[in-house]
């Protein structure tokens, strides 16, 4: 931030695909339709979206979703919570278009932004906050996923060569991480979540299903016990 720059409002933004069969999911058939595939999305969204809202009013944060493709905008505008400004993602890779959402946030005023994918709905209100938290001491701030990614992702600066390299295999964080400090920003990482993108990943839900609260993932959980998924978290699992 330069010098008599007065801090603006932080933001959090949600990346979200439009829920249609063969488009979101696609790693949870074939043990899942297509179409069933799209409407376990479609309440993971809810869930997250929920979530994120409760935060954002928490935290005293901006809410923003961000949707591919842009036709979808208008439908979005019905299933999100009214706190939310839709806008439409960028063309290109997930990496171009999460370095050109934390630019538009940060040229609107923002002080600190943070991006949150819609696989995760175990991630709350309390890891959220973390990682804003985090922001007053550095630079550049991720949630870990298991898989070797992460969940969510913060930061006070511009940043695109972080988000400059491929971002579909199990080393993306430490590559992120890597290219930030390069890049000559410090870094922190936090406790972490998890995303649900196969059968498998169910079992990770079951596991902590206990100790989340009430208001957390309650339409995944609905899903999961209606559809039967635990049933498949064991197969995907074993």
Known sequence: MS??????????????????PSKVKTRMT???????AAAFY????????????????AQGVKAVL????????????????PSFRIVAQCEGDL???MAYEVARALAQGASKVVLRGSDNPALGADEIARLFDALERCDLVASPDPDGGYGAIGLRVPAADAFDHEMSHGGVLPATLSRAKRA??????????FDLDTPGD?????????????????????????????????????
Do not use: I
């Open 42 to 57: 479609r309440e993971m969204l809810g869930d997250v979206l929920d979530e994120s809202a409760r935060a954002c009013e």
């Open 95 to 97: 990496g171009r278009r």
């Open 184 to 193: 000559g920003l410090s870094v922190e990482t936090t406790e972490g979540s």
């Open 3 to 20: 010098a008599g720059r007065e801090a603006g409002p932080a933001v959090l933004v949600v990346f979200a695909k439009d829920p249609q």
């Open 30 to 36: 074939p043990a899942l339709s297509p179409e069933g």
């Open 66 to 81: 961000t949707v591919s493709p842009a036709s979808a905008c208008q439908a979005f505008a019905c299933f999100a919570p």
């Open 202 to 238: 169910l079992a990770r839900l079951a596991e902590v299903r206990a100790a989340l609260p009430k208001e957390r993932c309650p339409r995944t959980l609905a899903y999961a016990d209606t559809h039967a998924l635990w049933d498949l978290a064991r197969r995907g699992a074993s």
